[in-house]
């Protein structure tokens, strides 16, 4: 089974380098951007797009499955994913800690009617 292109939930991106996003806004495909699971309880048809004529761009070909189980492939993903949890915190704390100082920073300039 493929991507259910008229779900709602799909969505799919194209980047100035060509590669082709596919995936379900609320992750519920865990073999994406190949296929959504069989008989997907979240299933809603996309009904803003009735009777619209798409472009070429929006029906780009998806390159096949990687060989191996899709146990494998979410396997991949799942490591990659703890990969990027793991650093995750670090950042936004550190973003956090960029942000407050900015704040103290314009905190001492003191009020400016223009900036209101």
């Not at 060509?18 to 008989?39: S, Y």
């Not at 004529?53 to 492939?73: C, D, F, I, M, Y």
């Amino acid at each position: 089974m493929a991507m259910r292109e008229e779900c709602k939930h799909f969505q799919s991106r194209t980047y100035s380098s060509g590669e082709v996003a596919r995936f379900c806004v609320l992750g519920n495909a865990p073999d994406q951007p190949w296929a959504c699971p069989d008989n997907c309880m979240i299933f809603e048809p996309r009904l803003a797009d009735v009777g619209w004529s798409h472009g070429t761009l929006r029906n780009t070909k998806v390159e096949p499955a990687p060989s191996g189980a899709p146990e494998q492939r979410r396997d991949v993903l799942d490591s990659a994913a703890e990969i990027v949890n793991s650093v995750a915190p670090a950042l936004f704390s550190e973003r956090r800690a960029e942000l407050e100082k900015q704040a103290r920073r314009e905190e001492r300039r003191g009020w400016k009617f223009w900036k209101r």
